[in-house]
T-cell receptor, first 112, second 109 residues
Framework: NAGVTQTPKFRVLKTGQSMTLLCAQD?????MYWYRQDPGMGLRLIHY???????AKGEVPDGYNVSRLKKQNFLLGLESAAPSQTSVYFC???????????FGQGTRLTVV | AQRVTQPEKLLSVFKGAPVELKCNYS??????LFWYVQYSRQRLQLLLR?????SIKGFTADLNKGETSFHLKKPFAQEEDSAMYYC???????????WGLGTSLAVNP
């Protein structure tokens, strides 16, 4: 049982480049989330989705876009990467918003 | 405003000592509270939630509505407890999780 899988695990981007992070879950969860984790800042919600075809902004959405075309996948896009987006990104999914959230292993992104 | 406060960024104890990781919340409704743990090089995972009232890996947490707290306790810390601990609150109409900033627990031999 894979749970939540993030691709890639590591990436280095140059400023201005674009990329997409993929999150896949095999638990048939409705809710999916993208967080960033920075030292001293805890987990901050970027975007989330309450079901296939729906997305919503979290607390730090600027510079990111998301799509949930399939229930099992939640994509996070950076159109024009900036050094401030250097972070560890975590995807999570849950059956309901107040039930256990299952996390991916994280993606360490460095923007130079 | 809904908020979760973990006042200690770092907590260092010796093996066998009691440990308490503090979590205070601000929410006017009925809260649902969780503790998540992140061991080194591993993904975040749920440790316990107040509804289940379980003891996981020797940890317990009691919701104190009067003090708006959900402190995580363990009577005898072990080295393998060293990790980052996050307190989270499920609140509001959409029940989104609101996270504390985390406490890094170091258990020294």
């Amino acid at each position: 049982n894979a749970g939540v899988t993030q691709t890639p695990k590591f990436r280095v981007l140059k400023t201005g480049q674009s990329m997409t992070l993929l999150c896949a879950q095999d638990m048939n969860h409705e809710y999916m989330y993208w967080y960033r984790q920075d030292p001293g800042m805890g987990l901050r919600l970027i975007h989330y989705s309450v079901g296939e075809g729906t997305t919503a902004k979290g607390e730090v959405p600027d510079g990111y876009n998301v799509s949930r075309l399939k229930k099992q996948n939640f994509l996070l896009g950076l159109e024009s990467a900036a050094p401030s987006q250097t972070s560890v990104y975590f995807c999570a999914s849950s059956y309901l918003p107040n039930t256990e959230a299952f996390f991916g292993q994280g993606t360490r992104l460095t923007v130079v | 405003a809904q908020r979760v406060t973990q006042p200690e960024k770092l907590l260092s104890v010796f093996k066998g000592a009691p440990v308490e990781l503090k979590c205070n919340y601000s929410y006017s409704g009925s809260p649902e509270l969780f503790w998540y743990v992140q061991y080194s090089r591993q993904r975040l995972q749920l440790l316990l939630r107040h509804i289940s009232r379980e003891s996981i890996k020797g940890f317990t947490a009691d919701l104190n509505k009067g003090e708006t707290s959900f402190h995580l306790k363990k009577p005898f810390a072990q080295e393998e407890d060293s990790a980052m601990y996050y307190c989270a609150l499920s609140a509001g109409n959409n029940r989104k999780l609101i996270w504390g900033l985390g406490t890094s627990l170091a258990v020294n031999p």
